[in-house]
């Protein structure tokens, strides 16, 4: 089997921090660990609507800004039987090895709403300081997701820690 899957770093600014969204992966039959919010891209669903839906059936948050929208073309009314998109998302993923083969977005978000506090698959779902995100990180990676891990290191990275 072969996933592909869009995911979501949901930032906000409160009193000049940035914070961002981070949440606990709380599926039957899998170790408990940090994750950022999203998951598989249904069959012939855009990547954006696929985004905004798994952050909503997971956070109960709704995205207002995706980076890289604007830069969204498709196809759509060129051939109505084959319609393709375009975006630019923020990172792209693929693993290249393990025991599921995937790839997957990375978009850089703004949500809105109220947090849930148990969401599909997840639980303890929370802003945290990115200071404290990088902490986390540093002191034991492997409690985020296999999948997560290295976007949680390219967005550090990109934020400017090493």
């Not at 800004?65 to 693929?94: D, M």
Request: proline share 4%; net charge negative.
């Amino acid at each position: 089997m072969f996933f592909v899957n869009a995911r979501a770093i949901i930032e906000k600014v409160e009193d000049d921090v940035l914070f961002v969204l981070l949440q606990t992966r709380n599926k039957p039959n899998e170790p408990l660990s940090l994750e950022l919010p999203g998951g598989q891209i249904e069959k012939y669903e855009s990547i954006i609507d696929a985004l905004r839906r798994e952050v909503k059936e997971e956070t109960g948050l709704d995205i207002v800004e995706i980076e890289g929208e604007q830069t969204r073309v498709h196809t759509e009314g060129i051939n109505p039987s084959f319609v393709v998109e375009c975006i630019k998302p923020f990172a792209v993923y693929q693993t290249v090895k393990g025991p599921i083969d995937s790839t997957g977005f990375y978009f850089r978000c703004r949500a809105e709403g109220e947090l849930v506090t148990e969401g599909d698959g997840t639980k303890d779902i929370q802003w945290i300081k990115v200071d404290d995100l990088n902490r986390l990180y540093t002191s034991d990676p492997l409690q985020f997701s296999d999948v997560d891990r290295a976007g949680v290191l390219f967005y550090l990275k990109e934020r400017g820690f090493k």
